[in-house]
């Protein structure tokens, strides 16, 4: 196993900055994390089920597909799905490979063909039909005093790649270059698993969008979900300074927010990621964008890009509240 996921970095906040971060960051929380924003977000296809088995299933699926711009993103799940009918657990359990390999011949979700998702599906159904729940395959990895999530999380990953790949290549092994591996990410190879993150999100805290399924997981253990948006706003909060966007720079972002919530480090997660994807922390400095920014007095950046970059209109904006259907371009 990576040193990495045996001795997760520490935090560098000062127990100061980390009382001033909370006092701005939940007013952020409040203003994002609910209902009316779920429709930004590919959570919202397992709130559709009520099963828990689906919830499961659809959540595996919309998280490992979760990368790209949203339009591409809602469309390959709402494709999968159809296929997948009212029941996908029910249907993942026993159903004709050939057939599903035929129906997804066609797809295509960037780096990913129909094949890798036959792939998951396959390897989905396997794991239902030997322990039922999603979860209870998990659970075989996961253990009470590991610091994170990472060691079950890789665990629980090359448990996955190994089974059997027979609806794809006839020897049932996965290839080392398949593009299959690349929808279920090993944090033991320094990979930010931004996806399996964000899964396990979805499937531990348990709120008005998180699920919280599995609770045998303490939400303590979680890793922040660290994507192109998300590593951006983060440095300059301060919540790492690592220059690359590995498992190493979200355990030590992750550590910071501890400071912030121990019980919940993730729970600002939602509500600063739509920062990123509606579009009120540009990835280009924008004078106006940065002055209406909600979390601008705690942002490193903030001063000086409000100075490098003056904005369209010489009013002040306000924070976006558009639904995301309106930036169907966005990456996530």
């Known amino acids: 196993m990576a040193s990495g996921l045996e001795n997760p970095p520490r935090s560098r906040l000062t127990a100061a900055r980390a009382a001033k971060l909370k006092s701005f960051l939940e007013p952020l929380f409040i203003r994002y994390h609910?209902?009316?924003?779920?429709?930004?977000?590919?959570?919202?296809?397992?709130?559709?089920?009520?099963?828990?088995?689906?919830?499961?299933?659809?959540?595996?699926?919309?998280?490992?597909?979760?990368?790209?711009?949203?339009?591409?993103?809602?469309?390959s799940i709402e494709r999968v799905l159809e296929i997948l009918g009212p029941s996908p657990a029910a249907f993942l359990r026993d159903f004709d490979r050939n057939e599903v390999r035929r129906r997804l011949a066609p797809f295509r979700h960037r780096f990913n063909s129909g094949d890798d998702v036959l792939l998951l599906l396959h390897w989905t159904g396997l794991s239902l039909a030997r322990w039922g729940r999603l979860g209870e395959h998990f659970r075989q990895f996961y253990k009470t005093g590991d610091s994170d999530i990472g060691p079950a999380l890789s665990g629980w990953?090359?448990?996955?790649?190994?089974?059997?790949?027979?609806?794809?290549?006839?020897?049932?092994?996965?290839?080392?270059?398949?593009?299959?591996?690349?929808?279920?990410?090993?944090?033991?190879?320094?990979?930010?698993?931004?996806?399996?993150?964000?899964?396990?999100?979805?499937?531990?805290?348990?709120d008005e969008l998180d699920v919280g399924l599995?609770?045998?997981?303490?939400?303590?253990?979680?890793?922040?979900?660290?994507?192109?948006?998300?590593?951006?706003?983060?440095?300059?909060?301060?919540?790492?300074?690592?220059?690359?966007?590995?498992?190493?720079?979200?355990?030590?972002?992750?550590?910071?927010?501890?400071?912030?919530?121990?019980?919940?480090?993730?729970?600002?997660?939602?509500?600063?990621?739509?920062l990123g994807i509606l579009g009120d922390c540009p990835a280009k400095p924008d004078r106006v964008t940065c002055a209406s920014c909600m979390l601008l007095p705690v942002c490193r950046a903030g001063t000086s890009r409000t100075r490098l970059r003056k904005g369209r209109s010489g009013q002040k904006r306000e924070a976006s509240t558009t639904a995301y259907a309106a930036r169907p371009s966005e990456p996530i």
């Open 34 to 75: 609910h209902a009316g924003f779920l429709e930004t977000d590919p959570l919202r296809y397992v709130h559709r089920y009520r099963l828990p088995e689906d919830r499961e299933t659809v959540a595996l699926l919309s998280a490992a597909l979760a990368y790209g711009n949203v339009r591409t993103i809602f469309g």
């Open 157 to 206: 990953v090359r448990s996955m790649l190994a089974s059997d790949c027979t609806p794809v290549y006839a020897d049932g092994l996965l290839p080392g270059p398949a593009s299959a591996r690349f929808l279920l990410s090993d944090p033991a190879d320094g990979s930010a698993c931004k996806r399996m993150n964000l899964f396990l999100r979805w499937m531990v805290r348990r």
């Open 214 to 274: 599995w609770d045998f997981i303490q939400p303590s253990q979680l890793v922040l979900p660290l994507d192109a948006h998300l590593s951006r706003i983060v440095r300059y909060l301060g919540l790492t300074d690592r220059a690359t966007n590995g498992w190493a720079a979200a355990q030590e972002a992750t550590a910071s927010l501890r400071l912030l919530d121990p019980d919940d480090p993730l729970r600002y997660d939602f509500a600063l990621c739509r």
